[in-house]
């Protein structure tokens, strides 16, 4: 079953405008992590932003916040303000495993984003 | 800080050879460290779990006799493709996470190798 859910393969944003990349996930952990990642055409991964799962405010990180709905078990990012250099494929991942033992990142399957101008 | 190094960037070899992958952490130490594998356009597999001075951890499904990984050092880890055939083309990144630091520490990322056997 899928761990981390993208429903979203491709997003379009007007330049300037703010967009959401949905994100779910499915652990039976008490503690884990959330993070999104950029993928620009080169292929580097660019972290931008986490969320533990025990935190209770949401994350921001600049541009970047993560609406953080435990109950639903969803992490979506939402960039404000969209530039050009935002055009990227956007991962969420969840870190499993417990703070001091084991513990492994997978990803989603990503959510292509391209900024209109 | 907390910079991976990926080598080669790219690589094209035949079938039937072996390509090897280098992995460094060049400003921090990591006992883990972390081997994908991404088809075009497609998500990030885990293949792997490197742990220094140990086996690494395989996922279902990945071949460990195909997919040779040695954690020599706090710093290196080496993922060698063994007879590697034209469906081994693929984007391989490594990624690790400094050693010491907390649950909230995200994985840093190499660049990333292309490899394409003809």
């Known amino acids: 079953a899928q761990k981390i859910t993208q429903t979203q393969p491709g997003m379009f944003v007007q330049e300037k405008e703010a967009v959401t990349l949905d994100c779910t996930y499915d652990?039976?952990?008490?503690?884990?992590?959330l993070f999104w990642y950029k993928q620009p055409s080169s292929g580097e991964m660019i972290f931008l932003i986490y969320?533990?799962?025990?935190?209770?405010q949401n994350a921001t990180e600049g541009r970047y916040s993560l609406n953080f709905q435990k109950a639903r078990k969803s992490a979506n990012l939402v960039i404000s303000a969209s530039q050009l250099g935002d055009s990227a494929m956007y991962f969420c991942?969840?870190?499993?495993?417990?703070?001091?033992?084991?513990?492994?990142?997978?990803f989603g399957t990503g959510t292509r984003l391209k900024v209109l101008a | 800080g907390a910079v991976v190094s990926q080598h080669p960037s790219w690589v094209i070899c035949k079938s039937g050879t072996s390509v090897k992958i280098e992995c460094r952490s060049l400003?921090?130490?990591?006992?883990?460290m972390f081997w994908y594998r991404q088809f075009p356009k497609q998500s990030l597999m885990l293949m792997a779990t490197?742990?220094?001075?140990?086996?690494?951890?395989?996922e279902q499904g990945v071949e460990k006799d195909k997919f040779l990984i040695n954690h020599a050092s706090l710093t290196l880890s080496t993922l060698t493709v063994t007879s590697a055939h034209p469906e081994d083309s693929s984007f391989y990144i490594c990624?690790?996470?400094?050693?010491?630091?907390?649950?909230?520490?995200?994985?840093?990322f190499g660049n990333g190798t292309r490899l394409t056997v003809t």
């Open positions: 990624s690790a996470r400094p050693r010491g630091q907390g649950f909230n520490s995200p994985l840093h």
């Open positions: 652990t039976s952990d008490q503690s884990y992590g």
């Open positions: 969320q533990g799962s025990y935190d209770e």
């Open positions: 991942a969840m870190r499993e495993g417990p703070p001091s033992g084991t513990y492994k990142y997978i």
């Open positions: 400003d921090f130490q990591a006992t883990t």
């Open positions: 490197s742990n220094e001075g140990s086996k690494a951890t395989y």
